[in-house]
Structures are given as structure tokens and as C-alpha cells.
């Protein structure tokens, strides 16, 4: 049987236990052909978790790639280009991990040849708390292909059907190579904050190539949705975080929505995470209402700039500096 090399990147930023063991739950995995990198942006670890990533790479059971600067979508594209895999594989630093986990992922690339990415079944521990874990989907509405309103129709998390799907979620998702070799696909290093929407915006670049993005329930995880750590580049406490999650939102749609769908994606933002309205259930209070009311429209103008000064710059701040580096 053919065992194509998967390349599983973990991008992580100050993460400590929880690293290690979704690290440990990569090193148990039943597929026999996989390399693992680790994409380390923390500036200083724990002692034991140092020793411990120090005697993995030693032992060449990991690359342990450091990084003096925190982006996840840079992370996602410094390791690209350090991977050797035909498979790239992303998961988050705070997941569990069945030992079918790899093989499930690999036999959609090896079955399906016009698929060319695969979004795994999340287990949020949070959202399975929520419903006791009994709620269960078939198959997703139409609308979960609507590039206007997916967003809040798609459901990773309660869904047991295999089919295909408009994006994945960051902490469990693959991609042919020759999506980031033969197409030129990078993340937007633009996206900051948690990088809110980069895979979305990604995968929306992706499926113009004609390629598919399948979604298989048997390559699943659980995401342990860690309140610290994780690869954010700055704090989700701070107002810049706040401006910076309107920001991604509104600059995925102007680059790859249609002036409809794009109106249909701000009105359904401004229902949700401004008026707090279902699914966000956010307070109602008048003061928090206006409050975020100013981040959504600072965040638009901020995205406008962003997409103004693409004609010049492309904002792979990141990737071109690791480029200089190596010249």
C-alpha cells in the first residue's frame, strides 16, 4: 500500500503541557510514514517542557523549528517550506488525537484525486459541553456553501456525514503539496490576532484552483480550546485584538467575496458579533453594543487600508524576512 509522507505542522506560541501531549499523541499515531514539526514561537519554555523538546529533536523524532517573531499564518508558511511531505498537515498545540488519526486524513488524498484538501471532525470540548454531546448533523444545509453566509452554518464540530465543505477549521486540516508548490498558495500574514479567518480566507483561494475540500468525520480530534497560550500575536484581552478580529473578518470578504456576498457577510457580522445576537448570544448591553459598533467600523477601514496597500505590498512581512535571512 502506498503511505505518501505526511508533514504534520503544530504551530504553538507559549504553550506548555498541552504541547507536549499533542505532541505525544502525534508520536503514537499507527501510520508508518510522517515527520512532525514543530513550529515554536514562544520566547521561553518551561524547563521541562526545553528538556523535553530538546531530547525529541535530539533523537530526530521532531523538528523543532524556533522563531524569534509570533504569526500563525507565518508559522503555517515558514513550516511549508521547511516540510518534505505530499501531505501538509496542521493541527493546533492543544488537541487529542486518536492513533488512526494520520491514516484517516491520508486516505481521502489517496481515494479522492479531486480533493484537494481535507478538513477533519472537531471535537471542541467547549461546543460538545454545550450540547451534552448529543446533537448530531448529517449533512450540512446549503447554506454551508454560500460563500455569504457558510460561516455561520458550517458545523465541524456535530456533523457525521463525509462530504465536501467550503473550509476547515485551523486546528484540523490537509493539503495536497502541490497546493502551496503548483498554485503559489500562502496564508495572508495579514491576518493577525489569532489569525481569525486565515484558513477561511485560504480556503477560498483553494477551491479556485478547482480543487475540492472534503470533510471526514473519521479524522478527528478533540481541540482542548486552551484559554492561554496558543499562537496568537497579541493578547484576546487588548483593543487591539478586538480591532484586529473585525479587521480579518471584513478583509477575507473584500478579497474573495462578491459585492453581494460580501454585504450579506458584514450584516450577518453586525447581527452577530455586534448586536450579539444568536449564534453569539453576546450581551445586550447598550454600552458593549456601541462598543463593539466601533471596533466593526474601525476594523473595516482598517481592512480597506489593507487591501489599498496590497497594490504595493502583499503584507508576507514574515516569509520575507526568513527570505532574507537565507540569501
Known amino acids: 500500500m502506498n503511505f505518501p509522507l505526511i508533514s504534520v505542522i503544530i504551530p504553538t506560541y507559549c504553550r506548555e503541557e498541552p504541547l507536549r501531549d499533542s505532541i505525544a499523541d502525534v508520536l503514537k499515531q499507527d ?9 515554536d514561537q514562544t520566547p521561553k519554555h518551561q524547563p521541562d517542557i526545553e528538556d523535553y523538546l530538546e531530547q525529541l529533536a535530539a533523537a530526530n523524532q521532531i523538528k523543532w523549528l524556533r522563531l524569534q517573531w509570533a504569526s500563525l499564518p507565518g508559522a503555517r508558511n515558514y513550516a511549508v517550506r521547511c516540510a518534505a511531505g505530499k501531505i501538509i498537515l496542521f493541527i493546533d498545540d492543544d488537541v487529542q488525537l486518536p492513533s488512526g488519526f494520520l491514516a484517516a486524513h491520508a486516505k481521502n488524498f489517496l481515494e479522492k484525486p479531486e480533493v484537494g484538501a481535507v478538513a477533519g471532525r472537531v471535537f471542541d470540548r467547549m461546543k460538545l459541553g454545550d450540547s451534552g454531546g448529543k446533537l448530531e448533523i448529517e449533512y450540512l444545509p446549503p447554506q454551508a456553501m454560500d460563500p455569504g453566509i457558510a460561516w455561520y452554518y458550517i458545523d465541524l464540530v456535530h456533523t457525521i456525514k463525509p462530504q465536501e465543505v467550503l473550509t476547515a477549521r485551523g486546528c484540523n486540516m490537509s493539503f495536497r503539496r502541490e497546493i502551496f508548490t503548483k498554485y ?3 496564508f495572508d500574514e495579514r491576518f493577525r490576532g489569532s489569525a481569525v479567518r486565515e484558513e477561511s480566507d485560504f480556503c477560498l483561494r483553494l477551491r479556485q484552483t478547482g480543487y475540492k475540500i472534503w470533510y471526514d468525520p473519521e479524522a478527528h480530534l478533540v481541540h482542548l ?7 496568537h500575536d497579541i493578547s484576546m484581552r487588548s483593543l487591539q485584538y478586538q480591532l484586529t478580529f473585525y479587521h480579518n473578518h471584513f478583509l477575507m470578504g473584500l478579497k474573495n467575496l462578491t459585492t453581494i456576498q460580501a454585504l450579506r457577510f458584514y450584516a450577518r457580522l453586525f447581527d452577530c458579533h455586534v448586536l450579539g445576537r444568536p449564534p453569539c448570544h453576546k450581551s445586550s448591553s447598550p454600552i458593549k453594543i456601541v462598543t463593539r459598533g466601533i ?3 474601525l476594523g473595516f477601514f482598517k481592512a480597506l487600508g489593507t487591501v489599498i496597500q496590497s497594490m504595493w505590498n502583499d503584507g508576507q512581512i514574515y516569509t520575507r524576512m526568513e527570505e532574507v535571512k537565507n540569501v
Open 295 to 297: 471596533f466593526y467600523t
Open 225 to 231: 480550546g486552551e484559554e492561554t497560550g496558543g499562537c
Open 184 to 186: 503559489g498558495l500562502r
Open 31 to 39: 501510520y508508518p510514514n510522517y515527520e512532525v514539526l514543530v513550529v
